[in-house]
């Protein structure tokens, strides 16, 4: 069976200071694993995805990826968080295009 | 690239009648679309699989009879919502696969009163 659990449901962080959600898979096979941002009433925005490539990803607005197979995780960082970051964070996983969400995260930034 | 829309972006019906749901893929084709449902903070449900040409997958608990799901094209699904009740009122969103990747439309929001 395949999973995906986000540890953190609400994350805040300070502007300017380091981001890191964090996502673990279960998985019997390499997954194609995914993070998504969501902004109050709006669809899903892709930031970055792994397909068995590099393992160190890097996607939009500065958000990087690595994933590690030994610790079977997926964490989200970003080295300086801007107010804009402030949203739902989900990281996903799957094959064939079937996707898996976590629960989410939200990620609070403050002045 | 790979834009997603919807429409309506949200819609206030009465109980007792239908909605439609459009999902259109803009500048590329899906032979694959997908329905999610999210409730207030929680995360996405997925709803069923559309195929073009063929008939939709649902998941365990979606009744296939009230949420009717129609993929005519490759860049167009709809899910329609037959008599809506105020339980049905939900954030529902679609998304487009192309390979391994889902991108997702802006969502429609329903209310229903």
């Known amino acids: 069976a395949q999973s995906v659990t986000q540890l953190d449901s609400h994350v805040s962080v300070s502007e300017g200071t380091p981001v890191l959600l964090r996502c673990n898979y279960s998985s019997s096979y390499s997954p194609s694993l995914f993070w998504y941002v969501q902004h109050p009433n709006k669809g899903l925005q892709l930031l970055l995805k792994y397909t068995s490539a590099a393992t160190l990803v890097k996607g939009i607005n500065g958000f990087e990826a690595e994933f590690k197979k030994s610790e079977t995780s997926f964490h989200l960082t970003k080295p300086s968080a801007h107010m804009s970051d402030a949203a739902e964070y989900f990281c996903g996983g799957g094959s064939q295009g079937n996707l898996i969400f976590g629960k989410g995260t939200k990620l609070s930034v403050k002045p | 690239g790979a834009v997603v829309s919807q429409h309506p972006s949200w819609v206030i019906c009465k109980s007792g009648t239908s909605v439609k749901i459009e999902c259109r893929s803009l500048?590329?084709?899906?032979?694959?679309m997908f329905w999610y449902r999210q409730f207030p903070k929680q995360s996405l449900m997925l709803m069923a699989t559309s195929n073009e040409g063929s008939k939709a997958t649902y998941e365990q608990g979606v009744e296939k009879d009230k949420f009717l799901i129609n993929h005519a094209s490759l860049t167009l699904s709809t899910l329609t919502v037959t008599s809506a009740h105020p339980e049905d009122s939900s954030f529902y969103i679609c998304s487009a696969q192309v390979g391994e990747t889902q991108y997702f439309g802006p969502g429609t929001r329903l209310l229903v009163l």
């Open positions: 500048d590329f084709q899906a032979t694959t």
